[in-house]
Structure formats: structure tokens, C-alpha cells
């Protein structure tokens, strides 16, 4: 059986839509689409409002809420069965969010298991046969591994990667 | 620079002493070494008593304050100048250690970045040239690397592995 990593902020989660909510919140206006696309959501503010948003990130709950893809749960319930699936997620940046992380995933994945879950910092150590993920970064160091791009607002210019735009789309290619 | 993953619990941590801490504060009587050598903890104590020990674990700082093993800080610290080095432990199982973990990393060794944290479930996620590690079973998926097997009380009939007893011997062999 192949083991996947599937990523969770901006490929199972909409992370983004969260964190404009929260700027709304703050500074009183949402971002467009258009605002970010082709863009980190830190690049798309002013200048001075980007710090706010790792304030954000590090808050308790804040990962907690996420809305979460749609078929991504179906989808990732066949996945289960096909593939040795582990949900790996850079998340150590935010020590706040890793409760909120194994919650969440425990919410929606309750066919996963505990031992499906990695928290980690650097992708580096994490190898693969599979990976599905919205950073390119997160590919680079992978031996023999078969990528897909998730597709999300900062990642629309990469082009050297094969691209998945929605879970309907993960499902026809690896299921 | 070849990677290297270190364990957390009964590798650099020491979880077995604060468990029979909290196992004497909680039943009156603290395990003696005679009791826990060649045991898990759970198995030395009657079986009545073995459920209360992942309530321990479980328990929001019980993770934060173990003792660290001597000399442990000195030699991550030099083998951070030769290795890409991870420190990767399976916490998944108490997420309430989560942040506890990363505390702790960052109390003794602020000399790590967060980037090298990894909290998994189960090791097989994780590939490096060399891994030290308390537990058999997370070496038996490595390709090619070096493992060192660290001396706890429930390993001490494995045979199979080569061994380190402490940190001194680790800095022998690795650096």
C-alpha cells in the first residue's frame, strides 16, 4: 500500500477564508478574490496590517473553525482505504494551533486515526509516496515521489507541478 | 549533511521518573528500578492501576516539566553543527502534550529552530540517515539508516540494535 501525505491549511482547509474573516474583524474591510489573487494574504494588506496575521494564526481556536473543503472528507474517507494516508501539516510555527489541529481533524476524519497525524515544522523529514499539498516547498526534498499542487490564491503561477483545483479532482486522479 | 532523528521520551526526557512521581503521589508508593527493569511502566504496576497512567499523559503539563537526561543539551547541541537534526516523538496519542512538547524543546534547547519540531502518531511518516529512539519499532521502516537504540528500562532485552546508554556514549558515536 502507498502512503500520502495530505496537507491540511489550503488544501483540506480554507484557512484563508478564516483569516479574512478575521482581518474584517479588525480592520473593518475584507479582501476580494481578486485582491489576493496570485498572492500570500500578508502581501495582499497594507504593509502594516501584515503582522496582525501571524496574531491571528498563534490564537487559540483559530484552527479550531475552519470551514473545510467541499468532498474533502468523502473523498479522503476512499483515499483511507486505498492508501496509507497521513495528514502532515507544517504547524510549528503556531504552537497554539496543534490542539486546535488534532480537533479539527478529529471532527471531520473520525475514520482516521491518531497515528495518521503529523504535526512537523519542516517537511523535509517527512517522506512519501504520494504527496498533496498547496506548497511547492514541501515537494522538493521528496525521492521518487508522485506530487499534486494543490491549487490555491499565492501558488496560480507555478507551473512545473501537476495541479489538483478541487477534491472532485484528487478523487478522478488517485482513486 | 546527513539527517538525524532524536527521540523525545526516554531518549532525551525522562518520562519514566516523572510517571512514577505522579504514580507515588497518586497510590502512595513510588516503583523501585528493580520493578521497572525490562517493563513498561503499565506492566509493572498492578493492573488496576496501569489505566491511571495515560490520564497522567494525559494530563495538560504533565509533558512540560520532565527532568532532561544528563549531558543531553551539550550534545544536541554539537550534533546540530554536523547533522540536519529532527527531533520527532509520537505525541499524538495525548494532545495535551502537544504544546507541553514544544515548550519544553524550547527551554533546553534554544539553539533548535521550531522547524526542526516533528509531533507524529506513527514514525513510518518520517525518513532519516540516522535515528536514536527508545522503541524498536520506529527503526523497522528506515531505509539504509543508522539507528541507535537508547537504553530504557523496557528495552533492555532487545538485542538486535546497536545501543547508547546515555549521552556521552551518543557524542562517542556520532560526533
Known amino acids: 500500500m ?14 484563508v477564508k478564516e483569516i479574512n474573516r478575521w482581518y474584517e474583524r479588525e480592520f473593518g474591510v475584507a479582501l476580494s478574490e481578486e485582491e489576493l489573487h496570485g498572492k500570500e494574504f500578508r502581501n495582499a494588506v497594507p504593509p502594516g ?3 496582525m496575521i501571524k496574531t491571528f494564526l498563534n490564537t487559540p481556536g483559530f484552527f479550531r473553525h475552519l470551514e473545510i473543503y467541499p468532498d474533502a472528507v468523502e473523498v479522503v474517507r476512499e483515499l483511507n482505504q486505498k492508501y496509507k494516508v497521513f495528514i502532515v501539516s507544517a504547524a510549528m510555527e503556531f504552537p497554539n494551533s496543534l490542539k486546535d489541529k488534532t480537533e479539527w481533524l478529529g471532527e471531520y476524519f473520525p475514520f482516521l486515526n491518531w497515528k495518521q497525524y503529523c504535526l512537523c515544522g519542516d517537511k523535509s523529514v517527512v517522506q512519501t509516496d504520494l504527496m498533496i499539498d498547496d506548497r511547492t516547498r514541501n515537494f522538493t526534498h521528496l525521492k521518487d515521489a508522485k506530487t499534486y499542487l494543490y491549487t490555491a490564491h499565492h501558488n496560480v503561477a507555478e507551473t512545473a507541478y501537476e495541479r ?3 477534491w472532485k ?3 478522478e486522479k488517485l482513486l
Open 2 to 15: 502507498k502512503s500520502l501525505a495530505i496537507d491540511m491549511d489550503e488544501t483540506m482547509a480554507d484557512t
Open 49 to 51: 496590517h501584515s503582522g
Open 164 to 166: 489538483v483545483n478541487n
Open 169 to 171: 479532482e484528487v478523487a
